[in-house]
C-alpha cells in the first residue's frame, strides 16, 4: 500500500501564497506521476498540476504561471508553491500518485491522500 500525508493549506488573503506539501510512504517500486488535484463545493475534482519522474510538467490554464509544481524523488515527496492566490482557488486539494506499482502481480493504480483545505478570502 501506498500512503499520501498532505499538509500546509489554510486561510490566505487574496494574492497570498501558500506552499503544499504531500509525503509518500510504503512499499512501491516508484511513482511515475505525482500531482495535485482539487475540488470545490458543488464542482467535480479537477487537475491543478502535475509532474512525472524525469520532472516534467502540466498545469491547468487556470493556476498557469501562478503555481509551481516540484518533486523530490528521494524523498518521496511533492511540493505545489502556490502564489497570487484568488477566490477561486478555495478547494480541497488532494495528492495524487499515479500508475504505482506495488507488486509484479498487480496492475499499476492510483492512490490518494485525505486532502488540505485551501481558502482564500479578505
Known amino acids: 500500500q501506498v500512503q499520501l500525508v498532505e499538509s500546509g493549506g489554510g486561510l490566505v488573503q487574496p494574492g497570498g501564497s501558500l506552499r503544499l506539501s504531500c509525503a509518500a510512504s510504503g512499499r512501491f517500486f516508484s511513482i511515475p506521476t505525482m500531482g495535485w488535484y482539487r475540488q470545490a463545493p458543488g464542482k467535480e475534482r479537477e487537475l491543478v498540476a502535475s509532474i512525472d519522474s524525469g520532472g516534467v510538467t502540466n498545469y491547468t490554464d487556470s493556476v498557469n504561471g501562478r503555481f509551481t509544481i516540484a518533486r523530490d524523488n528521494a524523498k518521496k515527496t511533492v511540493i505545489l508553491q502556490m502564489s497570487s492566490l484568488k477566490p477561486e482557488d478555495t478547494a480541497l486539494y488532494y495528492c495524487?500518485?499515479?500508475?504505482?506499482?506495488?507488486?509484479?502481480?498487480?496492475?499499476?493504480?492510483?492512490?490518494w491522500g485525505q486532502g488540505t483545505q485551501v481558502t482564500v478570502s479578505s
Open positions: 495524487n500518485a499515479d500508475g504505482v506499482k506495488i507488486s509484479i502481480f498487480q496492475p499499476p493504480r492510483a492512490y
